[in-house]
């Protein structure tokens, strides 16, 4: 375990899943700490393990369950010292409570961080479209953690098939080029349905579209993560500032 | 520690230092890897510590040994069950041996791994131009480790005070647009010496500067490190697979 004199709390991100989307997180973590020297900013402990099992491949009934690997990462975050964690991969979202039963760390949802920036950014939204894999919208993810604020709108069958589920593929095999072309499309086609603002909820889809490719106002899940993961780490450590001076 | 059964050797990182160029180091590494799908990346841990007391001023003699602090992170980074380790700061090289000696893992080398990529990218180059901290460059972390291979070609003292040091600080603090015009001028004033390639040698310079604001080839030192860490990784995964098919 990390010295007791260390003050500032330690961030662990489960991470691999995939290797790509939890570096871009690693970045946009640092970019989202307010900080004026190396020394403000908060230590972090990223433990990829993109050997995890797939996680669609797995809820669809044909691959291995890659919860005891998760599990097994989880207690590696614990011994180095963490004091909360993020998952920087939307799908495995839908083990949170069995990981969150599994460690005695705080784990941020991502869900919440999305909700905390669509009140922030898009107010008046009230339809909101979900742009993820085929597991996180069918099994509703976002609408199981965040109930009817928003009315949730889900890609169809035709757009699964023909441009996310390959668009992610294309982009864990370092294709970005195919990749983004693909998500265009799907944007493009939740556009029509007529949605005040679209959650890019998948970790793959901020590596290769940015606000600009997108006409509604645009959740980058990746970056709320991180942006939500600095707040939660910032009220631990003015609450373990308090608690000190008592 | 890990379960023997995961195959792939695990990359740990002593980071921090700062924590932008450790994050900027995790992308490089993502992207230097051969992978097809997230299964084929390698486990890493990132240990990123920005609390490590600053380099240059403990080497100047006004503040505090960062040394026992890099050592913890070393010893957490082989309780995550690291099989090698790389540091993405080319002044914490200057500890390299007590590193070296506190660990049973080897280091990738920052110095060997720019050399690979000055062997392959500038076959012809004689005279190359160091752009580091002052410390770097004083105390010839590159020519120590590398000898006379190359004529080793240094800022001078009004460089440093007036472009190397401010860039640095500034960009520390999140000032990239400073930082970049600072060390586009130190840039300049090392092409105007003569030189036939350029090592970035300070890990908050591929932030700001690509191969295009170098008039000669440039050695971006996080890439040639992510890249040599690929490499000696890749060794060790065909070794044991070698020696476990005797």
Tied chains: 1, 2.
């Excluded at 489960?14 to 690693?26: I, K, N």
């Excluded at 307010?34 to 402990?45: L, M, N, V, W, Y």
């Excluded at 479209?129 to 169809?156: D, F, M, Q």
């Excluded at 009220?235 to 308090?242: E, F, G, L, P, S």
Aim: hydrophobic share 45%; aromatic share 6%.
């Amino acid at each position: 375990m990390r010295l007791p004199s260390n003050p500032l709390p330690r961030i662990g991100i489960l991470g691999g899943m995939g290797p790509m989307a939890s570096a871009d997180f690693v970045v946009k973590l640092v970019q989202a700490t307010p900080a004026k020297s190396d020394q403000e900013h908060f230590t972090t402990t990223l433990d990829s393990t993109p050997q995890i099992p797939d996680r669609p491949s797995a809820i669809e009934g044909h691959g291995a369950d890659p919860l005891p690997a998760m599990l097994d990462v989880l207690k590696h975050l614990e011994a180095a010292g963490c004091s909360l964690l993020a998952m920087p991969c939307n799908t495995a979202h839908y083990w949170y409570q069995q990981l969150s039963a599994g460690t005695r760390l705080p784990i941020v949802h991502i869900a919440d961080a999305a909700a905390a920036w669509l009140r922030e950014a898009a107010p008046c939204a009230k339809r909101v479209g979900i742009l993820g894999t085929a597991v996180t919208c069918r099994l509703g993810i976002y609408s199981a953690r965040l109930g009817n604020e928003w009315e949730w709108v889900y890609p169809g069958d035709e757009e699964f098939a023909r441009f996310i589920t390959p668009a992610i593929v294309a982009i864990k095999s370092g294709d970005l080029v195919t990749g983004r072309a693909l998500f265009l499309e799907a944007v493009n086609r939740m556009a029509e349905k007529g949605v005040d603002a679209i959650v890019l909820a998948c970790t793959e889809i901020p590596l290769v579209l940015k606000q600009a490719d997108v006409p509604v106002p645009a959740v980058d899940s990746t970056e709320a993560l991180a942006r939500q993961t600095v707040a939660v780490a910032q009220a631990m450590y003015k609450n373990q500032q308090a608690a000190s001076s008592i």
